[in-house]
Nanobody, 126 residues
Framework: QVQLLESGGGLVQTGGSLRLSCAASGRTFSNYAMSWFRQAPGKEREFVAGIAWSGGNTYYGDSVKGRFTISRDNAKNTVYLQIDSLKPEDTAVYYC???????????????????WGQGTQVTVSS
């Protein structure tokens, strides 16, 4: 069983930055593929960024490439999402997700994840 706890959301102005964190329980964090998704009101949950469990390769949704950076610290059981050049359309609840040994080819598929955090709100004002 893995529990995920996100933090770092808030209200920022357009062009600002935030760093989201997701702390995971458990002793095998390094074996979990980790991803961030987001969901805006009235929209489907959208893949934002993912990081593989093996090799640490990173993957991004098209709408955030070049602005978002995902990273992980296995010693701290934590995955991060650095968000730069924020836009009003980035406003959403951001969720952390985890799946043991998930293939990098399916990181963007939200149905593959069995552990989710409660979400953290990011609001970008224009």
């Amino acid at each position: 069983q893995v529990q995920l706890l996100e933090s770092g959301g808030g209200l920022v102005q357009t062009g600002g930055s935030l760093r989201l964190s997701c702390a995971a329980s458990g002793r095998t964090f390094s074996n979990y593929a980790m991803s961030w998704f987001r969901q805006a009101p009235g929209k489907e949950r959208e893949f934002v960024a993912g990081i593989a469990w093996s090799g640490g390769n990173t993957y991004y949704g098209d709408s955030v490439k070049g602005r978002f950076t995902i990273s992980r610290d296995n010693a701290k059981n934590t995955v991060y999402l650095q968000i730069d050049s924020l836009k009003p359309e980035d406003t959403a609840v951001y969720y952390c997700a985890a799946r043991l040994y998930l293939s990098h080819s399916t990181l963007s598929d939200r149905t593959k994840y069995n552990y989710w955090g409660q979400g953290t709100q990011v609001t970008v004002s224009s």
